[in-house]
């Protein structure tokens, strides 16, 4: 017996992928304010990590139809966007910045690494959905 290789035909589910986010907003909550002991290096970045782990989750909740590919891309550019967006300054995105939600939503300096690590998380992410998709898929008897 083969597998299927294309893509499934069915959306993802949207409850499922919005739990997803959710879990992984409170890892990260967890991860970056619950002093863990851990090292400053994975503290930095693991967050970073799970928060574009997240931004893949919740494009992958608006856009159920959408290849993996695409919607990597897609939380790819949004990581990207509100990465540049560190870049931009105004009193009142300063200001918002300086607040905890501003820091967790949009950080407050801009970082190269933290392009990497967003990479990292979008593409751990989307291998986690390409891995169980591809389980998933139907068996098909070969051709005779």
């Not at 409170?26 to 090292?39: D, E, H, S, T, Y």
Request: charged letters at 10%; glycine letters at 6%.
């Amino acid at each position: 017996m083969t597998r299927v290789h294309s893509t499934p035909s069915r959306p993802r589910s949207r409850p499922a992928w919005l739990a997803l986010s959710i879990a992984l907003i409170g890892i990260g909550l967890v991860w970056r304010l619950v002093p863990l002991g851990l090292p400053r290096f994975a503290l930095k970045y693991g967050g970073s990590l799970l928060w574009a782990s997240m931004v893949y989750s919740l494009s992958a909740a608006l856009l159920p139809r959408w290849s993996i590919a695409a919607t990597a891309t897609v939380a790819g550019l949004v990581a990207l966007s509100i990465e540049l967006l560190r870049l931009y300054h105004q009193p009142w995105l300063d200001a918002f910045r300086l607040t905890l939600p501003g820091a967790l939503l949009l950080g407050r300096i801009f970082s190269p690494w933290n392009l990497v690590a967003y990479a990292a998380g979008i593409r751990a992410a989307a291998w986690c959905e390409w891995l169980i998709a591809r389980r998933n898929l139907p068996y098909r008897q070969p051709p005779a």
